[in-house]
């Protein structure tokens, strides 16, 4: 095991280690992994109670999910207290295999970059993904600025990477540059599933692919009941449709996502063509 791998090991609590652990080898039959869902009960503006996060873990074992990263928004405009985390990811998790449903629930957060500096070491390692070393940071609205850029290059000082989350809504005239600019300093970029699927948005979606600037798709569902669904797999067979990513489709759907959770510092086996 990579010494990096085995450090995370040993700081994750307990219940990490062993949903971490449940993940080796790979289910080839649910092998997928949500690295963005509301699915916390009653946090923020995910899933309003335990029955809204019942049915959001449904969702994605039907789409063949075996793990979702919870991750409530760590923001100023959400009460969300990260010490507090890691036992309401444990009571969803107590109550899913009570009902049965084969999926695991893995600590996370949505850290916004206005946030992200004032969180301490343990504080980031709550909210990280999964293994605790991957951030998944909300970019302040409007388009990606150099601030983020600078959060991301600090979270890398401070043994962190940064997966940058849903660019789609960060849309200017040197979207893709800035973007690039943010993989060089040591991000990664995660787009959101459903936009791949609709018909306003795909082309967009999959001129970002085609340029290398997306790396993982999530999907930042919020719910059981509406909005975006808990569903990976039909945006990922549209990637099928980028002929630059078809060596590399294994890769974003399932080693890049299982290498985040377990904190590996990976890089993308493809760089951005802008
Ligand atoms: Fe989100």
Known sequence: MPVIVAACFRTAAPEWRFALARMRPPNRDMPLIDLHCHILPGVDDGALDLRDSIGMARQAAVDGIEAVCATPHIRHDHDVRIHEIAGRVKALNDRLRHEEVPVTVLQGGEVAETVVEDLSDAELERVALGAGRWVLMEPAPGPLGESLEQ???????????????????????????????????????????????????????????????????????????????????????????VDVLTPHLKWIEETAPRAIVRGEDIEAPFAPGV
């Open 151 to 241: 959060r991301v290059e600090h979270l890398v000082a401070r043994g962190h990477r940064a997966l940058i989350a849903h660019p789609e809504r960060h849309i200017s005239a040197d979207m893709f540059e800035r973007l690039a600019r943010l993989v060089a300093a040591g991000a990664m970029v995660q787009a959101t599933a459903d936009f791949f699927l609709r018909q306003r948005f795909a082309a967009g979606m999959l001129s970002l692919a085609k340029a290398g600037l997306v790396h993982v798709l999530s999907s930042d569902a919020h719910s059981s009941h509406g909005g975006r669904p808990v569903h990976l797999s039909a945006a990922l067979r549209k990637l099928r449709e």
